[in-house]
């Protein structure tokens, strides 16, 4: 007999009592009214909470904002289907690499990129949360991780207050991440600090108009 | 159709035991000054970390009873969900392998890596794979395993065991983890302080070249989505994104009771667990993988279901409510037993409230010493309260001392002194006219007191109460026999 | 109202004053008290140490005591035997296949309620000293015990009782929802991790500089007061029946 068929009929003799659960009850917060400022304004609060690095801008401010954030960087590694007007303003010297594609980055080409500029699908006020899908606009998951400056745009109208409002906005089998601030860490004496594995510095554009 | 063959549920291996009675190995960790004092400070912390954040939310309670009953529903029907896991996973490209034991999942997960002919795997923190010992294993089949949490890191590095699932390392201070890295670490700047900020940075350093280049990574997951076939890991520094994303090859070793229905069920869980486990609004990172996702992570993808003692709790219907467990810790951040003996005390993988009922519902009562774990509790509650998922931990604690007390009838020949006290307790209290015949004698038991009314020393047992305890001398007369005297007399 | 009295077997034998100071407040309030004599014990410390067996003639006995027609409500003066009697009871009955006395385990628990919870919740006492004329002159603390608080729900009922006795100040108790560490049984099998427990729960009450320290479980204050006693400690026990019972004209001392 497979280790399957036995497992399940384990399982089977487990529940030879037949236990019948409850119906589950669905009586959390489900939607919202919070209005467009409202919900700008508690997530400025949650990701500067995390230490994350935040502005609210418009559309047109984007590349202006792009440069300012990324003076410090040498190279600059965006997802193919990035907007790549929003980084007209970076100086010459700074290297602008698209991940394509059949132009994949090597982790190790990664790793030596300084930052990276990507957009996002959906964003939770509540608990400060950016969710990435792996849209050509953001990319897949390896762009956003090993650099160690994230900088990440963030369109007002992809904000919902409640985690169950982001749901209906995912598709669940794409690859998903989601963000909370910078890497960091409670493992020693329980205490959080910024900075671990994952990109040090995180910078949010929150922008109207997009 | 008939069945021919129906498995009979089976006890767990591998961590899960309580290697001599708990008040012995509480005895010894209570004098461990330094260890209750990192501990102290550290649940202390968290406690007011968890009671804010959980504040926030007006609707707590109703997630909580969604969260429980997600779950009664998801372990009454198990069989189907994994059924319907297997069937999604597989169909994105992942390969699905079920595991009766810790012997046969370290197996199984050592012949997937030797198949990559990788002898070097990074692994993130997973709860099941310290369950089944597998770093141990690998190690003796010339594997090696790096662990990337930077509390595994440190358990690791300094030879330790973990004493908490959330944070292994929970009973070391800064200084100590310094001292720690300092001495193991190679490559390490001598100049090392005790900030946790630098501490980080140099975990950080001393790991990097092991993520960028490793081919095989290991890891737990937090939940199963029956309806997608989708697994996630909930983290914090971004090492699970670098094992989960960089590497070719990628083994979860999961257990069967992290199946969830449906994939909506996260808007559920993923507000109850972070801020109930390290008390934060959202943990930093969150990652879902659907099998394996072209152009994007690893394209071999392996999951092993795990049951290793699982069916064996799921078959104790007064029990199995401890299968939803989502791992938060929050039982034993609160814990008044946990906060002063710590989670080595517990022996098991598993400590705290949570672990008491946990290891014993996996291994069964009569295994080792684990018969001594549900009584390491006052009852006070706490657990309870705190439980994102509302498991009644206090009534298993009650339900399993039950079936330790049954199932030492049958060894015990010689009627231990609890035995003795709690028949007769039960002739004396099971009538009144029986206790208030025994509590005539109550003048008696004034003469054991000293002249200041105060009993200091009883014998037996009760030792254990007059070590730091004086007892009243009785007084003359009972209630009930005042009630007879004064109230019906008249 | 016709209020039947579980005194408790730990008040009934160590504790009568407890129980007469509860009946004084009853009749107080002009309510009638009986005294069903048939009755023992909750059967607590049976289950808790695992002897459900032995536990059940102890159940059986308070069942039948309490199941009949000869009264309105039920009242103990310890949140935890009165957890026992609404949550334990039931889930004793079931677990040994006795599903006629889990029916009327559930119906004797209904009728049940701790001190505090009958006079707040049921008899609308909300000012102690106004309503029954409670008065003590002096300095306490209050530590809620864990089943009252958690099992009951009993929230800030006996606190906010004790508050509105005459006379009386009450300091906050540092920690003050933290477990005690009698835990029953747990005080001899674990006696190490609870005197921990105690050790700490003596330090927040000593702070306070209260000259007692109440609750509203005589078991609890059994194990703290024998701490307090046994290391010379300044502070006194005192339950919150006597302390309610306690008046101008007969007044409790410590």
Not at chain 2, 250 to 275: A, C, H, N, S, Y
Not at chain 2, 336 to 348: F, I, K, L, M, Q
Request: net charge negative; with cysteine; hydrophobic share 40%.
């Amino acid at each position: 007999m497979s280790a399957k068929e036995e497992i399940l009929g384990r399982i089977r003799s487990a529940l030879s009592d037949a236990p019948v659960a409850e119906e589950t009850p669905r009586e959390y917060r489900t939607s919202s009214q919070m209005s467009e400022e409202e919900l700008i304004e508690m997530l400025v609060d949650r990701l500067v909470d995390y230490k994350a690095g935040v502005e609210v801008i418009d559309n047109a401010q984007i590349p202006e904002l792009v440069a300012a954030k990324l003076k410090d960087a040498n190279s600059v590694v965006f997802p193919h289907g990035l907007d790549q007007r929003w980084l007209a303003d970076l100086p010459q010297g700074v290297a602008q690499i698209a991940d394509a594609p059949g132009s994949r980055l090597t982790v190790a080409e990664l790793d030596e990129t300084s930052a990276v500029v990507t957009s996002s699908q959906v964003t939770i006020a509540e608990s400060g949360t950016i969710i990435l899908d792996g849209e050509p606009n953001q990319g897949r998951r390896a762009i956003s991780l090993v650099p160690d400056h994230h900088l990440c745009i963030v369109p007002v109208s992809s904000i919902v207050q409640l985690l169950p409002e982001a749901m209906p906005r995912l598709t669940i089998t794409r690859p998903l991440t989601w963000i909370s601030g910078p890497s960091a860490t409670s493992d020693i004496e329980l205490e959080r600090v910024e900075g671990v594995h994952g990109p040090r510095t995180l910078d949010v554009l929150l922008v109207r108009g997009l | 159709m008939t069945q021919v063959f129906l498995g009979m549920p089976a006890a767990g291996h591998g961590n899960l035991f309580e290697e001599e009675p708990f008040p012995q190995a509480a005895h010894r960790e209570l004098g461990n000054t330094q260890m209750r004092k990192n501990l102290r400070h550290a649940t202390h912390t968290i406690r007011d970390k968890r009671v804010k954040v959980v504040g926030e939310l007006p609707d707590w309670e109703e997630l909580r009873d969604a969260g429980s009953a997600i779950k009664n529903n998801a372990m009454a029907n198990v069989e189907e969900l994994l059924l319907q896991f297997e069937k999604n996973f597989t169909a994105r490209g992942g390969t699905v392998h079920w595991a009766r034991d810790a012997t046969e999942a370290n197996k199984i997960v050592t012949e997937l890596v030797k198949e990559t002919g990788s002898t070097e795997v990074v692994k993130v923190k997973s709860m099941a794979t310290q369950e089944i010992g597998l770093n141990e294993y690998l190690e003796t089949q010339g594997i090696e395993a790096f662990e990337t949490d930077l509390a595994e890191l440190i358990v690791q590095l300094g030879n330790d065991k973990p004493s908490h699932i959330l944070v292994p390392a929970i009973h070391k201070n800064r200084t100590e983890v310094r001292d720690i890295f300092l001495k193991e670490m190679p490559s390490v700047d001598p100049e090392l302080t005790d900030e946790p900020a630098k501490l980080a940075e140099a975990a950080r350093s001393h790991l990097r070249k092991k993520f960028l280049a490793a081919k095989v990574a290991i890891s737990g997951a937090n939940f199963a989505l029956a309806d997608t076939g989708t697994l996630g890991v909930v983290e914090s520094e971004g090492n699970g994104r670098m094992c989960l994303t960089l590497p070719e090859t990628l083994i979860t070793v999961m257990g069967i009771e992290k199946v969830l229905p449906k994939w909506e069920d996260l808007e559920v869980f993923m507000q109850l667990l972070p801020r109930s486990s390290t008390g934060e609004r959202m943990n930093p990172y969150t990652s879902l993988w659907t099998g394996a996702s072209a152009d994007d992570g690893p394209q071999d993808v392996h999951i092993v279901l795990l049951d290793n003692g699982r069916t064996r709790a799921l078959s104790d219907r007064f029990g199995r409510t401890a299968l939803n467990c989502i791992r938060c810790s929050a039982c034993m951040n609160v814990c008044p037993v946990y906060e002063r003996t710590g989670g080595h005390a517990y022996g098991s993988t598993y400590p705290g409230p949570i672990g008491a009922i946990l290891s014993p519902l996996m291994t069964g009562i009569e295994a080792e010493d684990n018969g001594s774990l549900p009584y390491a509790s006052s009852l006070c509650g706490a657990c309870y309260d705190a439980c994102p998922v509302k498991i009644n931990i206090p009534e298993i604690l009650v339900h399993l001392r039950g079936e330790d007390v049954d199932a030492k009838r049958e060894t015990h020949k010689i009627p231990t002194q609890m035995d003795l006290m709690m028949k007769g307790g039960s002739w004396a209290l099971g009538k009144g006219k029986n206790l208030g015949l025994l509590e005539k004698a109550l003048p008696l038991g004034r003469l054991m007191a000293g002249k200041d009314k105060k009993i200091k020393k009883l014998p037996g047992i009760a030792a254990g109460w007059t070590q730091s305890r004086d007892i009243p001398a009785p007084p003359n007369k009972s209630f009930r026999d005042w009630w007879s005297d004064e109230k019906e007399s008249k | 109202m016709r209020i039947a009295l579980f005194a408790t077997c730990i008040v009934d034998a160590m504790y009568p004053e407890t129980a007469k100071s509860t009946v004084k407040i009853l009749e107080r309030l002009g309510h009638e008290v009986i005294f069903p004599k048939a009755q023992a014990c909750c059967g607590q410390m049976h289950i808790n140490s695992g002897y459900m067996p032995e536990a059940l003639p102890v159940v059986e006995n308070h069942i039948n005591a309490f199941d009949t027609d000869d009264y309105d409500v039920a009242v103990a003066p310890s949140g935890s035997c009165v957890a026992s009697v609404k949550h334990q009871h039931p889930y004793l009955a079931e677990r040994l296949g006795k599903p006629e006395l889990k029916e009327r385990a559930i119906a004797v628990g209904k009728r049940t309620y701790e001190l505090s919870q009958l006079l707040v919740d049921v008899l609308g006492v909300s000012n102690a000293a106004d309503q029954l004329g409670s008065y003590f002159p002096d300095t306490i603390t209050y530590h809620p015990s864990c089943h009252g608080k958690r099992s009951l729900g009993l929230g800030d009922r006996q606190l906010d009782l004790l508050k509105t006795v005459g006379g009386i100040t009450v300091e906050e108790l540092p920690e003050a929802d933290q477990c005690c560490g009698f835990g029953g049984t747990f005080s001899l099998k674990n006696a190490d991790v609870s005197t921990a427990m105690l050790e700490d729960k003596m330090k927040n009450i000593c702070s306070t500089g209260a000259s007692a320290c109440a609750g509203g479980d005589a078991s609890c204050l059994m194990h703290i007061g024998g701490g307090l006693s046994r290391t010379g400690a300044k502070p006194k026990t005192l339950h919150l029946a006597d302390i309610l019972a306690s008046t101008m004209e007969e007044t409790v001392t410590l």
